[in-house]
């Protein structure tokens, strides 16, 4: 039955035998090895112009290659989920002599700076473009040439190395020291041609690896030393800039299709994430969220036996998942139910009764964390308080997770790895390998568009293989009318070039319940896929929304809420349902239901779950 292969398939996985490639990389360019001595700076309290500089240092001390002088690491404490890491790291023996946090400075700033850099590039406070550009010239060691007072063009050296600083630290950085200047204050007059001069003349000569979208007053400056260690082209476009969003084409065109854009879309600017994620994969690129991330440059070049977690997670889960979880929830059931006095002629029977939904149908639910897991930032600075929560691994939920945290930060995932019980089901995120929206017209720019959408979707079976699971997830289009006589073309066209080597391989729908979804047609398989195990891909429907208000609500509030959700799926009035298929539809109904990850920990998932089995729902 469809609702038991589901079921299945979000609760089990099977481990692949083989040989592991622990040097899987799809997305980005290598980073330097994380070097020793580590310097460990707090800048938790410091001033926004500190930040830069001190996040353009550590990006620079951390990409000077071996050969050219690289001798140490820095790690900066930027927030409170960097002191936490560095804690963890150490207690799982993947950081060793770790040095006691220094308070970043500016005298500590000005030793630095002398030590590793030639120069400084000083951004314009008027114009806040000015922030990214200073950091690009800082990260390809550029001398800015002058036509008449303005900028005219860049000659890279390999011999400077400069950082990004404020106006604030001119005089500590210029005049009391031998470090060259480049002031960029009053050469733009506006964002929009600060961009042109970047586009003009630092994208032909930064990374063709990976791209950015950053703005660069948003988030503290800490994904500022991942973006000057790879001498990333990074850019944003205010709201109502015209000249700017054209600009932003150029790049998109100028750029190789299929290479990550990290950062992240932002409401403050004209591109937000909806917007955003769409015209970026038209062109080819693909949304890795990391606009919250820290210590990047740092975090990417540890080196971290990934496929031994993956593995050692696998066997526990494979050998105890099933059984135990199934006895989890029978207990659970056995003992709510007694609690409540429960039979067939229990409050609950009778309320579901008189609302005409399907009295006889068994109802299984499954609950997963849907969003935010494709994001190595939410894994950094979120997830881990989650992860801590009392009752994780007490209740059965399923999470997404996205390739891109292995690459940029591995030592963390494998302490989730290490960490995670046999009730948490990891799977590929949205949308298999990064975040991008293939129902809005992705890669629907590119001449080439077939060959790159198969290539991005080997990429994610690769990682799905990688990974050894057989689901993932991926994004429909904020809620809006699912057509599968339109639709289905798209979703046989990522099971074709999705080549995974498993059986039963399972597509996770939405990202919150479509319209015109329902409980009747939301699980179906697609057959005649060629390239798939048994050539055939089943696609589950994510079947509940999260409410809008959700920061404000109250834990019980919240519980009631997303009850009420899954409830509504099942009450279905008499006129939906042809009387030569009521008695299939009430003999079993499944619910993939979706825990919004900024709302539901899993305390309250636990509590949702209690109330679901009090109704007379199992929970799987």
């Known amino acids: 039955k469809m609702y038991v292969l589901t079921c299945l398939l979000l609760i089990t996985t099977v481990v692949q035998a083989g040989k592991s490639n622990d040097t899987l990389k799809l997305l980005f360019p290598e980073s330097r090895a994380t070097l020793t001595p580590i310097y460990i700076w707090d800048a938790r309290t410091a001033e926004q112009d500190l930040v830069l500089a001190a996040t353009t240092l550590q990006g620079l001390i951390n990409s000077i290659p071996l050969q050219n002088g690289g001798n140490c690491s820095v790690y900066l404490l930027l927030s409170e989920w960097d002191m936490y890491w560095l804690t963890e790291l150490q207690r799982n023996n993947m950081l ?121 007053t948003a988030n503290n400056h800490h994904l500022r030393d991942y973006l000057y260690a790879h001498k990333v082209f990074h850019f944003f476009v205010p709201q109502d800039d015209e000249i700017s969003m054209a600009l ?49 440059s740092f975090l990417s070049g540890m080196a971290v036996n990934i496929v031994a977690y993956i593995e050692d997670y696998r066997k526990r889960f494979k050998s105890s998942t099933v059984n135990s979880q199934k006895q989890q929830t029978s207990k659970m059931t056995s003992e709510l139910r007694k609690q409540q006095d429960y039979n067939d002629e229990s409050e609950a029977h009778k309320q579901r009764n008189n609302k005409h939904d399907y009295s006889n149908a068994r109802v299984v639910v499954t609950i997963g964390v849907v969003e935010s897991g494709d994001a190595p930032s939410y894994w950094q600075n979120r997830q881990y308080q989650v992860w801590s929560d009392t009752q994780r691994g007490t209740v059965p939920i399923s999470w997404g997770v996205g390739y891109a945290a292995f690459e940029l930060q591995p030592a963390i995932m494998a302490c989730f790895l290490k960490n995670a019980s046999s009730s948490d089901y990891l799977y590929a995120a949205i949308s298999g390998l990064t975040y991008v929206h293939p129902y809005r017209d992705f890669f629907g720019k590119e001449k080439d568009n077939n060959t790159q959408w198969e290539a991005y979707w080997n990429k994610a079976a690769t990682y799905m293989n990688w990974f050894k699971t057989n689901v993932t997830g991926v994004y429909t289009d904020a809620w809006k009318y699912f057509n599968r006589e339109i639709m289905d073309k798209t979703t046989r066209n990522i099971a074709t070039s999705l080549h995974c080597s498993y059986s039963n391989t399972s597509l996770i729908l939405g990202m919150g319940r479509d319209n015109g979804v329902t409980v009747r047609n939301a699980s179906y398989q697609l057959h005649n896929i060629s390239g798939t195990a048994d050539n055939s891909v089943l696609v589950s429907h994510i079947l509940t929304r999260w409410p809008s208000n959700y920061s404000v609500l109250t834990t019980q509030q919240l519980v009631d809420w997303l ?58």
């Not at 009053?186 to 961009?195: I, P, Q, R, V």
């Not at 006129?575 to 920990?601: C, G, P």
């Open 96 to 216: 060793t002599n770790i040095p006691t946090p220094v308070v970043f400075t500016a005298s500590l700033l000005l030793r630095f700076a002398t030590m590793y850099s030639n120069g400084v590039v000083i951004y314009d406070a008027a114009v806040a473009s000015t922030i990214n550009t200073a950091t690009m010239m800082a990260s390809i060691g550029a001398n800015i040439t002058f036509n008449n007072g303005a900028p005219s063009g860049v000659i890279t050296s390999n011999n400077n190395r400069y950082i990004a600083i404020g106006i604030k630290h001119k005089s500590l950085l210029c005049n009391n020291t031998a470090l060259k200047c480049v002031d960029l204050s009053g050469l733009f007059k506006n964002d929009a041609e600060a961009l042109m001069f970047s586009v003009n003349h630092i994208l032909p000569i930064t990374s063709r690896n990976v791209i950015g979208y950053y703005l660069p």
């Open 248 to 296: 932003a084409v150029d790049i998109f065109n100028n750029t190789p299709a299929g290479i990550p854009l990290v950062g992240f879309w932002n409401g403050n600017s004209a591109l937000d994430e909806y917007d955003g994620v769409k015209l970026a994969g038209q062109y080819g690129k693909l949304t890795v969220c990391t606009d919250w991330s820290s210590n990047l």
């Open 563 to 620: 009850v009420s959700d899954i409830q509504n799926q099942i009450i279905l009035k008499d006129e939906f349902i042809s009387t030569d298929r009521k008695s299939e539809i009430d003999e079993q109904l499944f619910v993939n239901a979706m825990a919004l990850s900024w709302a539901y920990t899993p305390n309250i998932i636990a509590l949702v779950i209690q109330q679901l089995i009090t109704l007379g729902y199992d929970v799987v």
